[in-house]
């Protein structure tokens, strides 16, 4: 396995090896991100990670500077799994001047949700992804990408945006990885404590809970929403969202749609210091 700091080096590392499948990172992998790089590995001639903490798509208050940093023991998990290149920048290496050039996404996806909760954050999101996507495959013609449905908008910002710019990249979304009790893997769990960790297992229990009830049309989707919150809260979370949408769109569905069209329940929760997301499709 090669590990790579510089863009000249990975694509040099790339030179006549084909196509590649790339999996992006922030670094701190758990068995989530393993299970990308497994995905992602048969589905091109190289596969390629990258680990890179974008300050882009923190807001000031959150946490850039903590954020865990675990290279030599990702590089050894990345290695143990068959990963080819790891490319792992640092900050100057990607932004060697203040990046005044961004991506903005389509604010009806982008402002909604983890949009009207983190402003900015996809424009970050895509900023990076952008030149990743540049650093990976301007040389090689194009290539594949895994990204996590955990991350759910996320995934749909990134497919729109190759959409639109008409990039040679194909965008594959890995199922949630979970740890026993439903609790989908993140980074940031590490932040939890022993006792917030069995804590932290009612956020899937409230998606599992909405998408029991929401089809039914009992109540109004509003009112089984707003319910779904104040239960969660009354664990001593404070919920950002908890809500029901399209796949495709993340709108709210109409009375129609509800009954037949391919939803999401997506969440996103503070446990303690710790802001927790998760989503479940039904």
Do not use: H
């Given at each position: 396995m090669q590990v790579v700091h510089s863009i000249a080096q990975l694509r040099t590392a790339l030179d006549g090896r084909g196509r590649p499948a790339f999996v992006p990172t922030m670094g701190n992998l758990h068995a989530g991100h393993i299970a990308l790089v497994r995905q992602a590995k048969p589905l091109g001639d190289v596969q390629v990670s990258s680990i890179f903490v974008n300050r882009l798509q923190f807001l000031p208050n959150e946490d850039f500077d903590s954020y865990p940093r675990t290279l030599q023991d990702d590089c050894a998990k990345l290695e143990a799994e068959g990963c080819d290149i790891?490319?792992?920048?640092?900050?100057?290496?990607?932004?060697?001047?203040?990046?005044?050039?961004?991506?903005?996404?389509?604010?009806?996806?982008?402002?909604?949700?983890?949009?009207?909760?983190?402003?900015?954050?996809?424009?970050?999101?895509?900023?990076?992804?952008?030149?990743?996507?540049?650093?990976?495959?301007?040389?090689?013609?194009?290539?594949?990408?895994?990204?996590?449905?955990?991350?759910?908008?996320?995934?749909?910002?990134?497919?729109?945006?190759?959409?639109?710019?008409?990039?040679?990249?194909?965008i594959v979304g890995a199922e949630i990885a979970r740890?026993?009790?439903?609790?989908?893997?993140?980074?940031?769990?590490?932040?939890?404590?022993?006792?917030?960790?069995?804590?932290?297992?009612?956020?899937?229990?409230?998606?599992?809970?909405?998408?029991?009830?929401?089809?039914?049309?009992?109540?109004?989707?509003?009112?089984?929403?707003?319910?779904?919150?104040?239960?969660?809260?009354?664990?001593?979370?404070?919920t950002d969202y908890l809500t029901v949408r399209l796949r495709d769109s993340l709108q709210s569905p109409n009375a129609e749609e509800l009954a037949s069209a391919p939803l999401v329940a997506l969440g996103a929760a503070r446990l303690g210091n710790t802001r927790l997301i998760d989503n479940l499709e039904f």
């Open positions: 790891v490319f792992a920048p640092k900050e100057s290496e990607l932004y060697p001047q203040p990046q005044t050039f961004k991506i903005q996404p389509d604010p009806a996806l982008a402002d909604i949700l983890e949009g009207q909760f983190r402003p900015g954050f996809f424009t970050g999101v895509c900023t990076v992804v952008m030149k990743l996507f540049s650093a990976v495959f301007a040389s090689t013609g194009g290539g594949v990408a895994v990204f996590g449905k955990k991350d759910y908008q996320q995934r749909l910002v990134i497919e729109r945006m190759v959409q639109q710019f008409a990039l040679p990249i194909e740890a026993e009790g439903g609790l989908a893997l993140s980074s940031r769990n590490s932040y939890l404590s022993s006792a917030e960790l069995e804590q932290a297992q009612a956020l899937s229990g409230a998606l599992q809970s909405l998408t029991q009830v929401a089809r039914q049309g009992e109540q109004p989707l509003e009112v089984l929403e707003a319910q779904t919150r104040q239960a969660l809260n009354a664990l001593g979370w404070q």
